[in-house]
């Protein structure tokens, strides 16, 4: 079974195909079958009628032509795959008759006439029954007759011979008492059947097998094309890129679900770009009021509450600052590329550690990913920058398996809380409650950077190591 699941294809099309295929070999098989029953049936019976009437001429012959030519017209008649002999009582006991043996002895006891009934025996063996030893090649017919009994009841000489002596199946024997007395009796074998395929059927069927898979081919791919190109365009407007809408073609169902996706995303791209111009507005408009209240304060007194107005002035002034430049960020359109990641990391660590920052990185296999190389370098910048703030130094590497490319940096800090592993990817969420932004920063930096690594259809996560925290980024593959 898990073979067949090996072999089973897994793309739409592959199936379609090899069940089509299957379809049409079991459909064929079928009808030949079918066919070539029908077939046998038709030559037997043939067969049967063609002897039925060579056997009526032959019996009203010898009852109106004097014996002495008898022997030459039953050998005369006598053409394989049938063989005629006279003798003095029937090759077939009265009792081995069955209801097909009965109901061919009325059929041909009607065409031979109302004397002859009650003088006609029949033993078919056309569907498995048993048969006797056919006599012609013995010298002495009447002494086989008298052991036909006990020869047919046997199962161990349910066989006979045929003219030239070399053994064969017979499907009719039958027995006929003619006027004299005498026995005409008849053994044939069963009719040799032509090939109901001959080679002109068998190029037929293959033609037209494979005109049909093509059509079938030609199908599949109108079908299954624009199915691969909604799904192109779904991966990539999963991972933050811009996508153009996807021409509506093929079948109805597929339009549909086509159209439907082009309206999904232009609605989500709307929403998006309208909640990114509100924030950067209200950012905007911000400044004014900002600005205002720092130019009242100026004109104040020097006092200790001047001083902690200014400094939550330039807080609001940092964070608005810095909401405005993720919203520029947000609505920037950045073209994708294929990216070595382990240069692009390479790189980060290589300028940070030239800036006198305790990172090390650990180069992983190579490793093709389709990003957009500005956010991603800011993002991963950004956790290394916050591994040797908080944490004195980063260990940085990079690793690739079926689940992706994976990126841990590691510091020996003294870690978060398990409860706020979550929590710290907020916007404004700062661990550090001194309101400081040379020790806790703005709150924003792990917020634009999980929202970086969603947009590429990657997940971040932090894990306490004690000491120590464990970030990992894991992103998807090529």
């Known amino acids: ?3 067949l699941k090996r072999l089973w294809p897994s793309s739409l099309a592959g199936q379609m195909v090899i069940v089509v295929l299957i379809t049409l070999l079991s459909a064929q098989a079928i009808s030949l079958w079918v066919l070539s029953s029908a077939h046998r049936n038709v030559i037997y019976d043939a067969s049967e009628l063609q002897l039925i009437q060579r056997t009526i001429i032959l019996t009203r ?37 069955s209801r097909l043996d009965q109901r061919f002895i009325a059929k041909l006891s009607r065409e031979l006439g109302e004397p002859y009934r009650g003088r006609v025996r029949a033993w078919l063996s056309r569907y498995g029954k048993p048969h006797c030893m056919h006599p012609s090649h013995r010298r002495n017919p009447d002494e086989w007759a008298n052991k036909s009994s006990r020869t047919c009841r046997n199962p161990s000489h349910r066989r006979f011979e045929s003219h030239s002596g ?8 039958f027995s006929i008492q003619l006027n004299d007395g005498q026995w005409l009796n008849l053994s044939a074998r069963t009719p040799s059947i032509p090939p109901l395929v001959a080679r002109q059927t068998g190029l037929f069927l293959l033609l037209s097998g494979l005109m049909l898979m093509l059509v079938i081919i030609l199908m599949v791919r109108r079908i299954t094309r624009p199915l691969g190109e909604l799904t192109q365009s779904a991966n990539r407007l999963g991972l933050g890129e811009t996508v153009t809408a996807i021409e509506e073609r093929g079948p109805k169902d597929i339009r549909q679900t086509i159209h439907a996706f082009n309206r999904m995303h232009e609605r989500l791209q709307r929403f998006v770009a309208d909640r990114t111009r509100m924030l950067a507005a209200l950012s905007h408009d911000l400044r004014t009021p900002i600005t205002t209240l720092r130019l009242r304060i100026e004109l104040l007194e020097d006092s200790p509450e001047k001083e902690r107005l200014l400094a939550t002035l330039e807080e609001m002034q940092a964070m608005t600052e810095a909401t405005l430049s993720f919203a520029r960020e947000a609505a920037k359109q950045e073209d994708t590329r294929r990216v ?28 093709v990913l389709s990003c957009r190389p500005v956010s991603l370098t800011r993002a991963i910048r950004n956790l290394v920058e916050n591994a040797v703030k908080y944490g004195e130094s980063a260990d940085v590497s990079l690793s690739h398996d079926n689940q992706g490319i994976r990126l841990t940096i590691i510091d020996k800090g003294p870690g978060i809380p398990e409860a706020m592993t979550e ?15 040379d020790t806790g ?38």
């Open 441 to 478: 920063g703005i709150g924003l930096g792990l917020a634009i950077t999980r929202t970086i690594i969603h947009n590429h259809g990657g997940n971040i996560t932090l894990k306490n190591l004690n000491p120590g925290l464990q970030v990992t980024v894991t992103l998807p593959g090529e």
């Open 1 to 3: 079974m898990a073979f």
């Open 166 to 173: 070399k053994p064969a199946t017979p499907f009719v024997n």
């Open 340 to 367: 070595d990641i382990n240069a692009l990391t390479a790189s980060i660590c290589d300028d940070l550690e030239e800036l006198g920052m305790p990172v090390t990185f650990h180069e992983g296999p190579d490793a």
């Open 61 to 97: 012959l010898l009852d109106e032509t004097p014996e002495v030519y008898h022997s030459r017209m039953v050998k005369a008649a006598s053409t394989a795959p049938a063989t005629f002999w006279l003798a003095s009582n029937s090759h077939i006991p009265e009792d081995a008759e």
């Open 423 to 437: 929590k710290v990817f907020e916007p404004f969420y700062r661990l550090e409650s001194s309101r400081n932004r």
